[in-house]
């Protein structure tokens, strides 16, 4: 349906007066008089994220004068556990546990709790609140206790342990269709416990900090498949601002003592994956993705990581490279791009084959002065219900050494 059809009537189904209340305000209903495709999706999907219900159907009954929208609910959601298992052959065993609990007050309010065991911990609780307006306001505070491998041209450097209390609000916070918008204020603290390194390892100055951020985040999804997309694209674009004080960042000498303040950080960065199918199994997926940090302070925390086979495992800026299997630091300015070519076997294997190029440098005028790193990599994946079971090999210029990794699960 594309045209506006004049409304005569709603009718509303298994919702509670609550519920009805809150669907009549949040979109006026009292005054709206017709309604088209567009109306129809929102209300159902208002139905299932705000008020909880697990299915929400909108039906349009022709009457004299025009329809009747007839808006049906099934149950409710309650409370939810659910669980993961993953290993791998760098950090061996993880679990996940997780518990949804939506509270149906008269302003819906949902709460999350997430929790991470493993060679690193991580402990999350997450409250958002579904007014009758067009956005959901977040808050949350998620705590690492992280043991981190460091590499340096794939040798290993050093180990840093570290915990990371990160406590953030997103005012803005609200999806259109496929988009979600996010913005908001964060709160960063780094206490580090330990570091382990050879006499030749790279000197980082890591002092127990506190950071503030303003952040904007943008994401677009319209994959068909998380980890095996055969069409759709995914983007995700985020900018940030980080200081000491909400305006400054510290400067922190090689003694660790600070020098004075500057200008915070600017953190650009984006990604963007798009898949096309060849025939039925035959899958084509470009990549463009980089991090541009900007200032004349970054610390070592924030700085720019690339290495394994996923955005943000390790550490949240951590970005994945054909043919480097660890974590490793490069320049602040990072651009790379990616071809990965998907063969789908029988109804659940499959072959991929990964190349990617990418430039790293100090400022982005010298992109072009550094040596192109160059990557690839091959695996063969099965895809089960506990996740992808499978294995990596891979080589890269800037290592100048094959790897090997072995997954079973999904990542987390």
């Not at 149950?75 to 298992?85: C, D, T, W």
Request: with cysteine; proline share 3%.
């Amino acid at each position: 349906m594309t045209e506006r059809q004049h409304i005569v009537g709603f009718t509303f189904e298994n919702m509670t007066p609550q519920a009805e209340r809150f669907l009549r305000n949040k979109f006026h209903l009292n005054k709206v008089d017709s309604i088209d495709a567009k109306l129809e999706q929102e209300l159902t999907t208002s139905m299932r994220m705000d008020l909880f219900y697990q299915t929400a159907e909108c039906q349009l009954i022709p009457q004299a004068g025009g329809v009747r929208v007839v808006l049906s609910a099934g149950e409710r959601k309650s409370l939810q556990f659910h669980a993961g298992v993953r290993y791998d052959t760098e950090e061996y065993a993880a679990i996940l546990l997780g518990l949804d609990i939506p509270l149906k007050t008269a302003i819906p309010v949902e709460t999350d709790i997430t929790l991470r065991l493993g060679k690193r911990l991580m402990a999350r609780g997450e409250i958002t609140i579904h007014p009758r307006f067009f956005t959901r306001p977040t808050f949350s505070y998620t705590f690492h206790r992280n043991d981190v491998d460091v590499y340096t041209y794939g040798d290993l450097d050093y180990n840093i342990r570290y915990n990371q209390s990160q406590a953030e609000f997103l005012p803005i916070n609200f999806d259109l269709r496929h988009f979600n918008l996010q913005m908001g204020l964060r709160w960063d603290f780094l206490h580090y416990r330990n570091k382990l390194g050879s006499e030749s390892a790279k000197q980082v100055t890591l002092e127990n900090q506190h950071f503030f951020s303003y952040r904007a985040r943008l994401v677009l999804n319209t994959e068909d498949n998380w980890n095996f997309p055969t069409r759709g694209t995914r983007f995700n674009a985020e900018y940030a601002y980080l200081t000491n004080n909400f305006a400054q960042l510290d400067v922190i000498d090689a003694e660790g003592n600070k020098q004075g303040k500057t200008a915070g950080m600017s953190d650009v960065y984006a990604n963007w994956r798009m898949s096309f199918t060849i025939g039925s199994r035959f899958t084509i997926q470009p990549m463009l993705y980089g991090r541009l940090l900007f200032g004349s302070v970054v610390p070592a925390v924030f700085g720019n990581t690339i290495g394994g086979e996923w955005f943000g495992h390790y550490v949240e800026q951590q970005m994945p490279f054909a043919g480097v299997g660890n974590l490793e630091y490069v320049h602040n300015q990072f651009v790379a791009a990616q071809l990965q070519a998907q063969q789908r076997i029988g109804k659940s294997s499959y072959v991929l084959l990964r190349v990617a190029a990418g430039q790293h440098a100090p400022k982005v005028k010298e992109l072009l002065d550094y040596r192109t790193m160059i990557g690839a990599q091959g695996a063969f994946y099965y895809n089960t219900m506990f996740g992808p079971v499978g294995a990596t090999l891979g080589y890269s210029n800037h290592t100048k050494k094959a790897y090997f990794f072995i997954n079973l699960g999904y990542e987390f």
